[in-house]
């Protein structure tokens, strides 16, 4: 039954997902919350599911284990913008603005949606200029860009040229932001990951698995921060 909880080796629940596209089952740990979701073919039983589970718990141990203390943003936080720490520092000002290794914020208000809301339009900035380019290079046109606070993927494209990005890119290295918005722009080709597809994000963005792996390595990082309460 899709949604179902089971419980691993005592104490990890599990939601149960079942996906009618998937050939095998595969374990993910949310990089937000340590949330565990299992995904299941449509042949494979929840019992054969929690039997998979369990063998994996030591793995699932690990990966809660290592994953990034959560951070709030809070002033006197240093929150990364584009790569950079900058200090949410309160400041009498209307609205959010870099100044030096500060970001200020209005003293009066909550620093956290505050931070959030100028990370989504700095994204929204740098990935419509991204993709412009990319798009331009590809000979391909998209129909929009969404941001959204995903918590499994940085990005998403479908098949009428529709692309999402989580906001939180702002946070990380500009090349990486560009990166993210290379790969979803390949997609415009070819919606799949193939040689080709890859080959196409190569000619887009040389040099890109630095960026890719910047991101295996630090997203989890990014998606830790808490913006409200």
Same mark, same amino acid.
């Given at each position: 039954?899709?949604? $179902?909880?089971?419980? &691993?080796?005592?104490?990890? +629940? #599990? ?7 998937? $050939?095998?089952?595969?374990?993910? #740990? /949310?990089?937000?919350?340590? !949330? ?18 369990? /063998? @994996?718990? !030591? ?21 990364? &913008?584009? !790569? &950079? ?7 009498? #000002? ?19 949606? *505050? ?24 000979? @391909? ?9 995903? $918590? ?6 479908? %098949?009428?040229? @529709?692309?999402?990005? %989580? ?8 090349? *990486?932001?560009?990166? #993210? +918005? ?11 990951? %193939?040689? =080709? ?12 698995? +630095?960026? @890719? ?10 998606? +830790?921060?808490?913006? =409200?309460?």
């Amino acid at each position: 039954m899709d949604g $179902r909880i089971i419980t &691993v080796d005592g104490d990890i +629940a #599990v939601a149960l997902r079942r996906n009618a596209r998937a $050939r095998r089952m595969t374990l993910r #740990v /949310s990089r937000v919350d340590g !949330g565990v979701v299992l995904t299941l073919p449509p042949r494979v039983t929840d019992a054969e599911g929690a039997a998979f589970a369990a /063998s @994996r718990a !030591g793995w699932l141990r690990q990966a809660r284990a290592a994953m990034p203390a959560g951070q709030v943003a809070a002033f006197g936080a240093a929150l990364p &913008v584009e !790569g &950079v720490p900058l200090a949410l520092t309160p400041a009498p #000002v209307r609205s959010a603005r870099v100044e030096g290794g500060a970001l200020l914020l209005p003293q009066t208000r909550a620093p956290g949606p *505050v931070a959030e809301a100028w990370l989504k339009h700095l994204a929204r900035d740098r990935l419509a200029a991204s993709c412009d380019r990319h798009a331009a290079a590809l000979g @391909r046109g998209f129909a929009a860009i969404t941001l959204r606070d995903t $918590r499994s993927r940085w990005g998403s494209c479908t %098949s009428d040229g @529709r692309l999402m990005f %989580s906001w939180r890119l702002a946070m990380a290295p500009p090349e *990486v932001l560009d990166y #993210v +918005a290379a790969h979803e722009v390949a997609h415009l080709a070819h919606m799949d990951h %193939s040689p =080709r597809f890859w080959g196409t994000v190569e000619r887009l963005l040389p040099g890109y698995a +630095a960026h @890719r792996a910047w991101l295996r390595r630090h997203g989890g990082g990014l998606m +830790a921060w808490r913006f =409200r309460a």
